[in-house]
């Protein structure tokens, strides 16, 4: 069975660093393209970034309101996938999802929906 | 970026209840369109992507459509664990966009 744990949340003031983290199991961790998606409070959903395979290249993506302040990374080894935020500020705060990007080739390309994900992290970020 | 608009917000239906969404994008996504169903408290599942094909175990009363920019998503018989927030996603282009989803309530 696929598992996805995040971990890491917390109280954070503004201007911090926090480091979440996501344990995966029940598949191939290393062959995986992994996103984070968060959920501000009452909010609807927002991807963040992405991190793909190391041997699809290991690059990242991020969304506008993050670049430069937050950063993907992976431990292959660890079967860990981490999301590395600085300089935080009140509107990060949010529940944090990991999930996989999952890749399906069809007729039109290859597809990418999230899916599974975890049960998240809240991180509340507040003075 | 990709923006993704859903209506309406919110709808009130009744169990049985047929019930049609809509998704719409600011350019062309060809079919690369996904529907999640949210309840209160849990994180997001796959319903539905490219834009028609159901998600192993979700139940046939769910159907998708669409290409291009306009995508729906129909429920032919609305059920008590219906009652969601239901959100599409464009997987395109990055930044994957979400739309900021519809919400079923009970009538």
């Known amino acids: 069975e696929v598992q996805l744990v995040e971990s890491g949340g917390g109280l954070v003031k503004p201007g911090g660093s926090l480091r979440l983290s996501c344990t995966a199991s029940g598949f191939t961790f290393d062959n995986a393209w992994m996103s984070w998606v968060r959920q501000a409070p009452g909010k609807g959903l927002e991807w963040i970034g992405r991190?793909?395979?190391?041997?699809?290249?290991?690059?990242?993506d991020y969304a506008a309101p993050v670049k430069g302040r937050f950063t993907i990374s992976r431990d292959d080894f660890r079967n860990t996938l981490y999301l590395q935020m600085s300089s935080l500020k009140t509107e990060d705060t949010a529940v944090y999802y990991c999930a996989i990007d999952r890749r399906i080739l069809m007729i039109v390309g290859t597809i990418t929906p999230i899916d599974p994900w975890g049960q998240g992290t809240l991180v509340t970020v507040s003075s | 970026d990709v923006q993704m608009t859903q209506s309406p917000s919110s709808l009130s239906a009744s169990v049985g209840d047929r019930v049609t969404f809509t998704c719409r994008a600011s350019q062309s996504i060809n079919r690369f369109l996904h529907w999640y169903q949210q309840k209160p408290g849990k994180a997001p599942s796959l319903l539905i992507y490219a834009a028609s094909t159901l998600q192993s175990g979700v139940p046939s009363r769910f159907s998708g459509s669409g290409s291009g920019t306009d995508f729906t998503l129909t429920i032919t018989s609305l059920q008590p664990e219906d009652f969601a927030t239901y959100y599409c996603q464009q997987s395109y282009v990055t930044p994957f966009t979400f739309g900021p989803g519809t919400k079923v309530d009970v009538k």
């Open positions: 991190i793909k395979s190391k041997s699809d290249g290991g690059t990242t």
